[in-house]
């Protein structure tokens, strides 16, 4: 099979879905390997680096696009790459389609195959998006913490406060990979953690990891609203794989925090779980409502690309080389997870989520 990486051309992305070391796995499974001038190097990768594996290295992307059958990715097309799909490839990247339906309907319309590794399920985990997950809630606390301070319009607290100076408080809202990242940075920080979810069982066994230093709460909006006149910063962190984000937190409710707060929206991918939410960059990462300081980059792994793009790629890999060794349904017979990656086919829809998100017809994929 032809194997292609492009470089990634979101604002501020400097990811790259396949690193050098792992062009060789697909070389020595028989495959050709192409690869897009200049797409490593925002993560540290030459051209020489990857020609040194057995990669050959186009001078555009159109190149690459219209020369390969699989194409590994970091983040979504954008519009400027629709052109290149066709009805004989296949993609493997983050999608994110329930807050995207330009590029949903581009994708059926084409009859491409698209599989999205965040609908990757494992017997209930995220795998691809697991790394991504754990980065992202690390780089929400660094960012509010920042946020936090006078020159960048916050209150002017530390997160750790001092002795006989009170911590700042944070409520994460999701208890997932991403939410128990930022409880684990927030406390390392010294803050005051509250964490939230509706599933009880995960907060008894997040309790009884981080012991008593965390306070924790069952999730629903009166609890969200007792507790945001105290809060100083608030993560959003839940996650509905493949849907869009529920709305938690409403504009109006913004009012009950102190000015000079922050809020960071992980979710922003999946449209965000707070109302007042809009998807920033790494460029320009905020805006202010209600006095409140909004984060919410859309690609927050993508401002450390050394450390996210080594994560993505030896999680994405086992299921790259199954989709080049066997084609897709040889591949779905050797690991049926594959299936619910699976976004798009042959122009049908074949998630439940995004077709309800837009209300388009689902088909299964079998």
């Known amino acids: 099979m032809f194997v292609g990486c492009v470089k990634e051309i979101k604002n501020q992305e400097y990811r790259v879905g396949l690193i050098p070391a792992h062009v060789k796995s697909f070389i020595d499974h028989g495959h050709s390997v192409y690869v897009e001038k200049d797409a490593g190097l925002g993560s540290g990768f030459t051209n020489e680096d990857y020609e040194h594996y057995g990669a050959v290295v186009?001078?555009?992307?159109?190149?690459?696009?219209?020369?390969?059958?699989?194409?590994?990715?970091?983040?979504?097309?954008l519009e400027s790459e629709y052109c290149y799909f066709r009805e004989d490839l296949i993609l493997f990247t983050y999608l994110h389609l329930a807050a995207d339906e330009a590029l949903t309907k581009a994708l059926l319309e084409?009859?491409?195959?698209?599989?999205?590794?965040e609908t990757l399920d494992v017997n209930g985990s995220l795998p691809l998006l697991k790394p991504m997950s754990e980065i992202a809630g690390r780089l929400s606390i660094q960012e509010a913490a920042k946020y936090l301070e006078k020159p960048f319009g916050g209150k002017g607290l530390l997160l750790s406060g001092l002795p006989g100076v009170m911590k700042a408080k944070v409520m994460i809202i999701g208890a997932g990979v991403a939410g128990k990242n930022a409880a684990k940075i927030a406390l390392?920080?010294?803050?005051?953690?509250?964490?939230?979810?509706?599933?009880?069982?995960?907060?008894?066994?997040?309790?009884?990891?981080f012991g008593f230093q965390i306070k924790t709460r069952y999730s629903t909006h009166a609890t969200i609203l007792e507790l945001l006149p105290t809060m100083d910063v608030v993560v959003g962190a839940v996650l509905v794989p493949g849907a869009k984000a529920p709305k938690l937190i409403m504009r109006e409710d913004l009012k009950k925090m102190q000015p000079g707060g922050v809020i960071v929206d992980i979710a922003v991918d999946q449209g965000g779980c707070f109302e007042t939410t809009h998807p920033t960059t790494h460029l320009d990462p905020t805006f202010v409502v209600?006095?409140?300081?909004?984060?919410?980059?859309?690609?927050?792994?993508?401002?450390?690309?050394?450390?996210s793009t080594l994560g993505l790629s030896n999680a994405t890999l086992e299921?790259?080389?199954?989709?080049?060794?066997?084609?897709?349904?040889g591949a779905i017979i050797k690991n049926k997870n594959l299936l619910s990656a699976i976004n798009t086919y042959q122009g049908r829809?074949?998630?439940?989520?995004?077709?309800?998100a837009f209300n388009l017809k689902f088909e299964a994929f079998i």
Request: a negative charge; hydrophobic letters at 45%; charged letters at 20%.
């Open 290 to 307: 209600e006095g409140i300081i909004h984060y919410c980059v859309a690609n927050m792994p993508g401002s450390v690309p050394m450390t």
């Open 349 to 356: 829809l074949t998630n439940a989520a995004v077709a309800e």
């Open 319 to 329: 299921y790259s080389l199954l989709l080049a060794n066997y084609g897709l349904k």
């Open 188 to 209: 390392g920080m010294g803050a005051d953690v509250y964490l939230l979810d509706k599933n009880i069982n995960r907060l008894e066994q997040l309790e009884s990891e």
């Open 110 to 117: 084409s009859k491409m195959t698209a599989l999205a590794y």
């Open 58 to 77: 186009f001078a555009t992307a159109e190149e690459v696009w219209s020369k390969v059958d699989l194409v590994i990715k970091v983040k979504e097309p």
